[in-house]
């Protein structure tokens, strides 16, 4: 009886002995998996703010971009009217046979 007895409690220490082998493997597991985490997460920072900074950077290019369009358009279209409103003139002088300017001080182009 003695005898089963050790045995029994050689075991129990055994068993506790690996039972606290494993919690201590479990804990390092997780601190491993926890810093591994937080390490992915400062790298998904890092990304996700060189990604927002060369998103602005791409959008600011197009505003001016389109800024850019925008004056070019406005200044043809500005030319454009002015020569039509010049060719009006000429057109509207030539019918009534003149040919000084009467267009109030602004020269006719050709």
């Known amino acids: ?4 007895r050790d045995e029994l409690k050689e075991a129990s220490e055994s068993m ?3 039972l606290d082998e ?7 597991g997780v601190s491993d998996a926890s810093d591994r985490i937080s390490r992915l ?35 043809e279209t500005r030319n454009y009217l002015e020569e039509t409103r010049n060719r009006l003139h000429n057109a509207r002088d030539a019918l009534t046979g003149r040919s000084d300017d009467s267009t109030g001080g602004e020269e006719a182009e050709t």
């Open 41 to 75: 997460v400062d790298n998904a920072r890092e990304d996700t703010e060189e990604a927002t900074a060369d998103l602005r950077t791409d959008i600011d290019g197009v505003i001016a971009d389109i800024d850019r369009l925008i004056d070019e358009t406005a200044d």
């Open 1 to 4: 009886m003695a005898r089963v």
């Open 22 to 28: 494993a919690q201590e493997d479990v804990s390092e």
């Open 16 to 18: 506790k002995r690996a």
